[in-house]
């Protein structure tokens, strides 16, 4: 049989992730002062919305009238959930941004709304605006260089349902399910049971799998732990995971340093 390919998320599949409107971000703008902070989520396409107030100086150097234009860039930087837990990196995405008005901006409120349903969605039109551009031009920067990712790999891509609850996930983990873990990723990494070494912790998760953090204090490694086949969602998550903490389960398999 021959061995499975290693599971982890693409580059396209990264970028989405980054600019789905769960982190903080800056908007650049194409001979303009900046850079500007803004919220935004990305709708299905993967199109970037930016939910600005009216009175702003972001307001002031973004097109207001139909038909208008100007080249922006997003720039979004990963925020580890615990301390020691490796970043994704960095997105840079771009395109030409255009106010929506009328039914367009209806449609895109209700967009919004699916991944950040905050109150200021109430007021677009009056108080805020929201503006959109598609993504021509997507970028990762990694530790190990720059990626740049065809906007068509971007746009079929899907951002990891773990991620908005990685922290959450991760917490759970350690309190609720920490000895057994901890035994499970030991007889997985093929480790001693040695106070010494400390005990091995996941510091990521994504629905591929589990970076896993292991080794002595001052001298720590990190290796992959794959999932079988990839996760939906949260319950999935948890189906896989119960065999998983049983003594006798192989339900992951080590695959490669992190």
């Keep these: 049989m021959r061995p499975s390919p290693v599971l982890r998320p693409s580059p396209a599949e990264t970028v989405r992730t980054l600019v789905a409107g769960r982190l903080p971000a800056l908007v650049h ?19 970037v919305l930016l939910l600005v107030p009216s009175h702003s100086d972001l307001a002031a150097a973004l097109p207001g009238e139909a038909g208008e234009d100007v080249a922006v860039a997003l720039d979004v930087l990963d925020l580890p959930p615990a301390a020691g837990a ?8 771009s395109g030409w941004a255009v ?7 209806r449609r895109a409120v209700l967009d919004f709304a699916e991944v950040d349903p905050v109150g200021d969605l109430l007021d677009v039109g009056t108080r805020f605006r929201l503006h959109r551009f598609e993504v021509a031009e997507a970028r990762l920067e990694r530790p190990d260089g720059l990626c740049r990712v065809d ?5 079929e891509a899907e951002p990891d349902p773990l991620h908005p609850v990685e922290t959450e996930l991760l917490t759970e983990l350690a309190v609720q399910h920490g000895h057994e873990l901890a035994a ?8 001693a049971e040695s106070t010494r070494d400390g005990s091995p912790r ?20 990190r290796a992959r732990l794959a999932f079988p086949r990839p996760v939906a969602d949260q319950r999935e ?16 398999r080590l695959t490669d340093p992190a």
């Design 151 to 155: 906007p068509g790999a971007y746009a």
């Design 86 to 93: 490796p970043s994704l990196g960095r997105a840079w995405v």
């Design 237 to 252: 998550l948890a189906r896989l995971l119960h065999p998983m903490l049983c003594r006798h389960s192989d339900s992951t």
């Design 184 to 191: 499970y990723l030991r007889r997985q990494l093929g480790l």
């Design 99 to 105: 106010a929506l008005h009328g039914g367009d901006a």
């Design 29 to 47: 703008l194409a001979q303009r002062p900046g850079p500007f902070h803004v919220r935004h989520v990305t709708d299905a396409d993967g199109r």
């Design 202 to 221: 996941v510091v990521r998760l994504d629905r591929y799998g589990m970076v896993v953090s292991f080794g002595r204090p001052g001298a720590r490694r």
